[in-house]
Nanobody
Framework: QVQLQESGPGLVKPSQTLSLTCTVS??????????WSWIRQPPGKGLEWIGY???????YYSPSLRSRTVISRDTSKNQFTLQLSSVTPEDTAVYYC???????????RGQGTQVTVSS
């Protein structure tokens, strides 16, 4: 059974870059046809899809966050990462990594990590 675990700073200052890592166990991030996503949930709001990196290494970003987002991977560590630049307090949220994409019935999600943007 694949498991995902998010890690990274819980507090980021405005204008800085938020960096999170997702460590995957129980399966390889290069296995054909799997997609590895980042999702967030701001306080009091619904889930927001940030983007994904595919088994092939190709990426897709949400149009609303595309200009500030980079998703990359380290296949030797079986990890993928999220970098979100120029953060503001509106980026405060619980951030999740997941296997799958929006709409997948078999989406597997990590437990999530709280990130607060504040000076």
């Amino acid at each position: 059974q694949v498991q995902l675990q998010e890690s990274g700073p819980g507090l980021v200052k405005p204008s800085q870059t938020l960096s999170l890592t997702c460590t995957v166990s129980g399966g390889s991030i290069t296995t054909n046809y799997y997609y590895w996503s980042w999702i967030r949930q701001p306080p009091g709001k619904g889930l927001e899809w940030i983007g994904y990196i595919a088994y092939s290494g190709s990426t897709y970003y949400s149009p609303s966050l595309r200009s500030r987002t980079v998703i990359s991977r380290d296949t030797s560590k079986n990890q993928f990462t999220l970098q979100l630049s120029s953060v503001t307090p509106e980026d405060t949220a619980v951030y999740y990594c997941a296997r799958g994409v929006q709409g997948d019935s078999d989406l597997i999600r990590g437990q999530g990590t709280q990130v607060t943007v504040s000076s």
